[in-house]
Every structure is written in C-alpha cells, then in structure tokens.
C-alpha cells in the first residue's frame, strides 16, 4: 500500500510542526504547504491553528486557500482534520474580538465559552470526552482519555453533527464529522498516547476513504 | 472532568537545564532536550521552559534549541525569557510553543501582552509572577528576582490579567530549591485577585505538596527540581495523588497500580513474591 500524502495548511496561524511530529511519530507522509495548488497533491487535509479566528480567516483569504480548500474537501471529498482553530473556522461565524465570517462549511456560530462560578478561562488542561456518535477518529477513545484543550470559545452546532462533547462548568461541543469534514476542539497532536491514537485513527479513514 | 495539571518546569541558564535555588544558587542537571523527552514519556501534564539568561543578556529566545525540544513533547509547552516583543511571541509560537511566559515584559513592555493576546489568543500568553516575602509583605520581581517592582503579586497579577494575560504562573523565591512545599499564603491571595487559571511553582519535595496546592483551587501544580532526579518522577507522583482521589490524569502505559509510596513520596520496593512473578510476567508493548 502506498502512503497517502497529508497536506498540513500552513496560514501563518500558530505552529503547525507539532501536527508534523505527531503524524512523522506514527510513520504518516505528510508535507507543509500554504499554495492552494499543492493541495491537488494531497489525499487529506489539516487544518490546524491557534490564535484569534479574524486573523485567521484574513489569511486563509490572503493566500487564496479558501476556494482551494472549498473545492479539496467539498467538491472532491478528500478528509479533513480540523484541529482547534481549523474545527471553529467551519463555523459560518465567530463573535472573538468582534464579528467575523467563517468558512461557513457547518450551521454553527463560535460563542464564549460561558463563565461560571468555578470555571476560570480560558479553558486549558487535560479533560475527557464523552462519545455522542460513532466516529472513525473516536473509535478508541474512552471514558479515561484525556487529550489537551485550550481555549476560550466554543462551537455552537447542530445537534447530528456532534460526534463528542466535553463538559467544564457547562458542555460544549469537542468533536464533530459531517461526512469527509471531521474537526476536534482539542489538540490530539499534543496530547501524548490518546492524541497519537487518534491521529492513528485518522491515517487508517485517509487510507480507507 | 477538567483535570489539575502537573507541570515541569525546567530553568535554563547557559544552555543546560539547572536545579535552581532562592533564584541565586545553580546546579547543573543536564541538556534541556533530554529533560523533555523524560518529562514526556512519563507523562507530564505539561513542559514550561525557563531561560533565565536572556533578559539579563537581553538575548532572543535560543530557537534552535526550542524547535528541538518541541519536537521531542507531545505534551503542551510555554517558554519564558526575553520574550520583550511580539515578533519575539510569534518565534516562540512558530517554533512549536503553544504559550509564552512573560515576566521582565509586565513592567517593561506591558503592551506586549495584549498586543500577543489579540494575535495568537490570549490563552497563548502566561504571566510569571516571581514574588518574595519581604517586611512590607509579599512583593513582586521581575528581572529573575533582581528587580523590585514595589507591587503586591497579586496586583501584579490582576493588572496581567487586565492586560490580557490568560494565566498566572506564581513562584514562590522564597520556597525555590527549599523543599518546604508551596506557600499557601502567596497562592490564595494571588488565585483570588483574578478569575484566570493560576499555575504555582517552588518548593515541592514530595507529592503531598502538589496535593496541598491542588486543595488550594489552583489550576495546576508546578515543579523543577523535584523531577529531576528519580526515574519515572512524573508518573510515581500522580500514582500518590490519584491514590488520594486528587483529579489528576494519570493515563500513561505504565501507571504504578499497586506500588506503595515511602516516607519520601518515592515507590517503595514491591515483594518477593510479586517480583518472583514478575519475572514469568508477559507485559505486551504498547501499539499505538
């Protein structure tokens, strides 16, 4: 079997080597790019990211690379991962530090996460997700997995789409698939064995799609 | 269940990883790269690395050595050190950092911290805090505890979170390298200045002391030189925590069920009989 190739969307959004570690860690081939015509060359995408979501889809606009991941992921099928920033970009639109259009992939809006007596945000640390649909990157998580969360918003979709939530003070949305489109609001690239196994799980949907 | 995190701190000062104590005596422990593939594969909630030479040189984060170690973590990692600009911010990030700590910058470069905040996210942005007891009571300082500041830490940590900040990194200077545990004082007036998640530093010398914090309602418990020195530090002290019904992720292949802790917090010596069996015992690799 040959290795399928894993473009990963480099838009100047935060750092996208550690999503490079993780893949190169389970033998994944993957390449950098931020030309919208390399990604012909790829069979899946992701779309990784960290930092303010305005900023973010400037970028994406900039180097031309949303009609470019438009027609990858919509028009031809190819999977993609979104990963923190890249899930909430799907949104049609985000409320962090103004108001913004997003790709629009998805029917969800990107909101404060909501503040609570015990709940300090921005949330960061290791929390665990709970399973709502089967999902091919989720197969092997469990009650006991942890993967590493950090951030301030959240986002708020349509119920069929969600494939896992997450609960600190109220519960929010930490994975959902529509299709080819899977997104998880955690990093799993930098959340050890349980990041690695579903980075994992990811690789087995690329090579099986 | 968002659990408390357990961090490594490893202070950096001239290249190597040091054993720092009262911010004015230094030992050598070793290369930074090494301490973070250890701190990882044990486990560690998360890496923050301290370079306490580049403020006083007035020296830019040694990226080189920040791609390597980033590339050896698969857990979270914040750097702190000259970090006295936004370009300096982005480095750091681009190098595989997902946060950066501040502390000279607080009072030199103040616009620093929001203007990181508004880029990458204010979750991106830590303040350091270093805070000393002094007549007067707590005070803050910056400059790898050279400076005063002539604040209250905890003022100091609002005007932080004011500015942007998304964390508060607390050290005790008083408690660095003096193996008495955390100072509970400095901790609750700090954590109840803000409403942003408070990561306390200086003092641990056995695992009960990260469970005195976490009682405290921080966020997460720091330490240095408390891992340095006993294999499999990381995973032995979330077994003692997670035995006390502390919420801390202990989710490693190896986890020390069963192991006693002795009077220093270390794993005991299991018994004859176990360790008869174990040499007939099949413990598969793990595939990932």
Same mark, same amino acid.
């Given at each position: 079997m040959s290795a399928k190739k894993i473009a990963i969307v480099n838009y100047g959004m935060g750092n996208v080597d550690s999503v490079g570690n993780a893949l190169a860690h389970l033998g994944g081939e993957y390449f950098v790019t931020n030309e919208p015509k390399r990604?012909?060359?790829?069979?899946?995408i992701v779309l990784p990211g960290v930092g303010a979501f305005g900023a973010a889809m400037d970028n994406l606009r900039r180097?031309?690379?949303?009609?470019?991941?438009?027609?990858?992921? *919509?028009? *031809?099928? *190819?999977?993609?991962?979104?990963?923190?920033?890249?899930m909430q970009l799907l949104a049609k639109d985000s409320v962090e530090q103004g108001f913004f259009e997003g790709l629009g992939w998805l029917d969800a809006h990107v909101l404060e996460l909501p503040p609570g007596p015990d709940v300090r945000l921005p949330h960061v640390g290791w929390n665990t997700a709970t399973v709502k649909r089967p999902s091919p990157i989720l197969e092997r998580v469990t009650e006991d997995s942890h993967f590493f969360f950090d951030h301030s918003y959240h986002l708020a979709c349509d119920e069929s789409v969600v494939t896992s939530t997450c609960t600190y003070g109220a519960t929010f949305v930490s994975s959902v698939q529509k299709d080819n489109v899977l997104a998880v609001q955690f990093h799993p690239e930098k959340s050890q064995r349980n990041g690695l196994k579903m980075l994992r799980a990811f690789l087995n949907f690329v090579a099986s799609h | 269940?968002?659990?408390?995190?357990?961090?490594?701190?490893?202070?950096? !000062?001239?290249?190597?990883?040091?054993?720092? #104590?009262?911010?004015?005596?230094?030992?050598?422990? @070793?290369?930074?790269? #090494?301490?973070?593939?250890?701190?990882?594969?044990?486990? #560690? &909630?998360?890496?923050?690395?301290? =370079?306490? =030479?580049?403020?006083?040189?007035?020296?830019?984060?040694?990226? &080189?050595?920040? !791609?390597?170690?980033?590339?050896?973590?698969?857990?979270?990692?914040?750097?702190? @050190?000259?970090?006295?600009?936004?370009?300096? #911010?982005?480095?750091?990030i681009q190098?595989?950092?997902? !946060?950066?700590?501040?502390?000279?910058?607080?009072?030199?470069?103040?616009?620093?911290?929001?203007?990181?905040?508004?880029?990458?996210?204010?979750q991106s942005i830590v303040a350091s805090i270093d805070a000393k007891k002094t007549e007067a009571g707590y005070e803050a300082f910056v400059a790898c505890g050279k400076r005063a500041t002539g604040q209250a830490p905890e003022a100091l940590a609002k005007h932080a979170q &004011?500015? @942007?900040?998304?964390?508060?990194?607390?050290?005790?200077? =008083?408690?660095?390298?003096? !193996?008495?545990g955390y100072d509970a004082e400095l901790i609750s007036r700090v954590r109840a200045a803000v409403t942003i998640p408070v990561i306390v530093c200086g003092g641990v010398d056995h695992p009960r002391h990260f469970r005195e914090a976490i009682d405290l309602g921080v966020s997460a418990v720091a330490a240095g030189n408390f891992f340095h020195y006993t294999e499999h530090s990381v995973i032995v002290a979330k077994r003692h925590l997670v035995s006390g019904q502390a919420p801390v992720r202990l989710d490693t292949y190896t986890t020390y069920e069963g192991f006693a802790h002795g009077a220093r917090g270390r794993a005991t010596k299991r018994d004859d009989d176990y360790l008869e069996a174990l040499r007939f015992m099949y413990v598969p690799e793990e595939v990932i």
């Open positions: 990604l012909d060359d790829a069979h899946a180097m031309e690379l949303v009609p470019a991941l438009e027609r990858q992921v *919509k028009d *031809k099928g *190819k999977p993609y991962l979104g990963i923190c920033l890249g | 269940m968002l659990k408390r995190r357990i961090v490594g701190v490893l202070v950096v !000062k001239g290249g190597i990883v040091v054993q720092s #104590i009262g911010f004015s005596r230094y030992l050598p422990v @070793g290369v930074p790269e #090494i301490a973070v593939e250890y701190l990882n594969r044990w486990g #560690i &909630d998360e890496i923050v690395i301290l =370079d306490i =030479d580049a403020t006083p040189r007035k020296a830019a984060p040694a990226l &080189d050595v920040l !791609k390597r170690c980033s590339a050896l973590s698969l857990a979270p990692m914040t750097y702190g @050190g000259g970090i006295a600009s936004l370009h300096a #911010i982005e480095s750091v190098a595989g950092f997902e !946060k950066v700590a501040v502390n000279t910058a607080l009072v030199d470069h103040p616009e620093v911290i929001t203007e990181g905040a508004r880029s990458f996210g204010c &004011d500015l @942007g900040a998304g964390e508060i990194l607390l050290t005790s200077i =008083d408690r660095n390298g003096s !193996k008495l």
